[in-house]
């Protein structure tokens, strides 16, 4: 069996837009107002930048010692996941509006 590398998961944009997508989801389910849903999605996603963010960092600090520059990798990466989480709240804002 493969042994998952949860760090990995954690820091790619697709998790924290399942994990949106999923707690959206439920709340609306559960019958939770709109502006609780879309508090609860926000503190997900700052969340979600917050952890790629120091993961990337972290990998940043160990590379540096290998001679490696990838602090724009690192903006990008963070960059490209704050785009998505916009992106997929957007998405399920414009769902709510229809209904």
Same mark, same amino acid.
């Given at each position: 069996m493969k042994k998952i590398n949860w760090l990995e998961k954690v820091a790619d944009p697709k998790f924290w837009v399942a994990i949106i997508g999923v707690t959206i989801a439920l709340l609306v389910a559960f019958g939770v107002d709109?502006? #609780?849903v879309e508090q609860v999605s926000a503190v997900i996603g700052a969340l979600g930048?917050?952890?790629?963010f120091i993961l990337g960092k972290s990998y940043e600090d160990g590379k540096?010692?290998?001679g490696v520059k990838i602090g724009e990798i690192v903006a990008?990466? #963070?960059a490209d996941l704050t785009d998505k989480i916009v992106e997929e709240l957007s998405k399920n804002n414009k769902q709510d509006d229809q209904h």
């Amino acid at each position: 069996m493969k042994k998952i590398n949860w760090l990995e998961k954690v820091a790619d944009p697709k998790f924290w837009v399942a994990i949106i997508g999923v707690t959206i989801a439920l709340l609306v389910a559960f019958g939770v107002d709109e502006v #609780t849903v879309e508090q609860v999605s926000a503190v997900i996603g700052a969340l979600g930048v917050a952890v790629a963010f120091i993961l990337g960092k972290s990998y940043e600090d160990g590379k540096r010692e290998e001679g490696v520059k990838i602090g724009e990798i690192v903006a990008d990466i #963070t960059a490209d996941l704050t785009d998505k989480i916009v992106e997929e709240l957007s998405k399920n804002n414009k769902q709510d509006d229809q209904h």
